[in-house]
């Protein structure tokens, strides 16, 4: 199956600062890779995801890059607020059939932003 | 809005016990996915569902079993609780052919295997 590894497992970073989390997978034929954000207490939450036949995808202070021959994908978070903290997960998902809706996940990305 | 439900926040549980975790989403959602999520491990998928009564493995089904009677329930069974089961359990829904793959989660149960 895929296997997604995630790096760093913890970021710290002032307020107004950006941060980057990075994510490799393993399996050439994923095709879909989300970014969700769980909050404490939460279930986790789609945030930004990005399609295979796409390199980057941005949304207001959140953006996605992807390099499929390198087999990693990335998310930024530009101009960091005390709201950005949370547990940030990324996931790939192998193409075909049942798999279309099957996500591996990252093991997590615990961002702090400091006031 | 999408809701996915889950019938308990927290449960304590007894070694040997047979454990019943339901989910309900109310977006006719024809996907529905089972998964617990440790420290250091990310999410892990236990079963999925995409249709009434059809299931699939996940990654780590050991242990447990599903239940898909109707549309909006996916039951997680856990037959004989062990120590090695206490984590969080996620259950989560999707549609099924359609342009968005989003996965809609619900708040967790901390599940404790005493």
């Known amino acids: 199956g895929e296997n997604v590894e995630q790096h760093p497992s913890t970021l710290s970073v002032q307020e107004g600062d950006s941060a980057v989390i990075k994510c490799t997978y393993s399996?050439?034929?994923?095709?879909?890779f989300p970014w969700y954000k769980q909050e404490l207490g939460k279930g986790p939450q789609l945030i930004i995801d990005?399609?295979?036949?796409?390199g980057e995808k941005k949304d207001q202070r959140i953006a996605v890059t992807l390099n499929k021959t390198a087999k990693h994908f990335s998310l930024h978070i530009t101009e960091t607020q005390p709201e950005d903290s949370a547990v940030y997960f990324c996931a790939a998902s192998i193409r075909g059939g049942s798999n279309d809706y099957k996500l591996s996940f990252g093991a997590g990305t615990t961002v702090t932003v400091r006031a | 809005d999408v809701k996915v439900t889950q019938s308990s926040r927290y449960l304590v549980k007894r070694t040997g016990e047979k454990v019943f975790l339901e989910c309900v989403q109310d977006m006719d959602h024809e996907n529905m996915f089972w998964y617990r999520q440790d420290p250091g491990l990310g999410l892990r998928l236990i079963y999925f569902?995409?249709?009434?009564?059809?299931?699939e493995k996940g990654d780590i089904p050991e242990g447990y079993s599903v239940s898909r009677e109707k549309k909006e329930r996916f039951s997680l069974i856990l037959e004989s609780a062990s120590t090695n089961q206490t984590s969080m359990y996620l259950c989560?829904?999707?549609?099924?052919?359609?342009?968005?793959?989003?996965?809609?989660f619900g708040p967790g149960t901390r599940l404790t295997v005493l």
């Open positions: 569902s995409y249709d009434v009564k059809m299931k």
């Open positions: 989560a829904s999707s549609f099924v052919g359609r342009a968005s793959r989003e996965q809609f």
């Open positions: 399996d050439s034929a994923s095709n879909y």
């Open positions: 990005i399609r295979s036949n796409v």
